[in-house]
């Protein structure tokens, strides 16, 4: 099993990324994906994640209506699109499988933090700055 993340880098406030996750050696299918981030001092927060069974997407307050999730299974890729970047995204951001559980909102918030994540990808690097 791999999960290969790239799509990182270096933006200004405002700008946009998209990040990719590539999968082998599972159908993607049937895994819920999610995108997690941890910055310098920080704990690990999830950012967003994509339900396996109804394609369903949750997202972190911090990231609603600014990053998009979503996932090719023909490509066995899931796609993290960053857009209205803020310096306080500035983070390494992995990709990971999620158990379906907790692929959900709890009183209206994402706050699965990883836990329980069973195959995770390297880190790629954002850093948002002026």
């Known amino acids: 099993v791999q999960l290969q993340a790239s799509g990182g880098g270096s933006v200004q406030p405002g700008g946009s990324l998209k990040l990719s996750c590539v999968v082998s050696?599972?159908?993607?299918?049937?895994?819920?994906m999610g995108w997690f981030r941890q910055a310098p001092g920080k704990e690990r927060e999830g950012v967003s994640c994509?339900?396996?069974?109804?394609?369903?997407?949750y997202y972190a307050g911090s990231v609603m209506g600014r990053f998009v999730i979503s996932k090719d299974n023909f490509k066995n890729t899931v796609y993290l699109q960053m857009n209205s970047l803020k310096p306080e995204d500035t983070a390494v951001y992995y990709c990971?499988?999620?158990?379906?559980?907790?692929?959900?909102?709890?009183?209206?918030?994402?706050?699965?933090?990883?836990?329980?994540?069973?195959?995770w990808g390297q880190g790629t690097q954002v850093t948002v700055s002026s």
């Open positions: 990971a499988t999620v158990p379906p559980s907790e692929c959900t909102y709890y009183d209206g918030l994402y706050l699965y933090t990883g836990s329980s994540n069973e195959y």
């Open positions: 050696g599972f159908d993607l299918d049937y895994y819920t």
């Open positions: 994509i339900s396996s069974s109804d394609g369903g997407t």
